[in-house]
Every structure is written in structure tokens, then in C-alpha cells.
């Protein structure tokens, strides 16, 4: 319900909803041909942002979390 309320709004240009219980992110992002949504699963899935200049892992959304812990070496 809320992606819906964040893309209606004029001056948003990307929705991403990162996943608690897994690595996963879902990314709405608006062209001039209206919105494109994808599905980014795993670590190794690449997020990119253009607009806010963003590019990391999706593993790197999870740094020092139950799901990427700190290294201890």
C-alpha cells in the first residue's frame, strides 16, 4: 500500500523495499515511460540507483545484520 502512496507522489523517482527475513529487494524506479519494478534476490543481485548516483550489492544493504554479520576475523 505504501509503494503506491510513495510512486503516486510527483516528485518521487524510485521505491525500494528491502526484505527483513532474506536477502531481497524490490525496486521501482520511474521512466519517462511510466515506472519499471524489479525483484533483486540473493547477495550478489547489483542495486543501482542512477538518480541518486546509488550502486552496491544486495548484500551490502545487510551489513551487520542477523543476515550479514560482521566478520570476525
Known amino acids: ?20 527475513d532474506r536477502m531481497e529487494a524490490e525496486l521501482d524506479l520511474k521512466t ?9 534476490q540473493g547477495g550478489d543481485a547489483e ?4 538518480g541518486f548516483g546509488l550502486r552496491c550489492s544486495v548484500a551490502d544493504l545487510y551489513e551487520r545484520t542477523p543476515l550479514q554479520p560482521r566478520s570476525r576475523g
Open 1 to 20: 500500500m505504501k509503494r503506491g502512496l510513495y510512486g503516486s507522489h510527483p516528485h518521487c523517482t524510485a521505491v525500494l523495499v528491502i526484505a527483513q
Open 32 to 40: 519517462d515511460a511510466g515506472w519499471t519494478s524489479s525483484v533483486l
Open 47 to 50: 542495486l543501482s540507483i542512477p
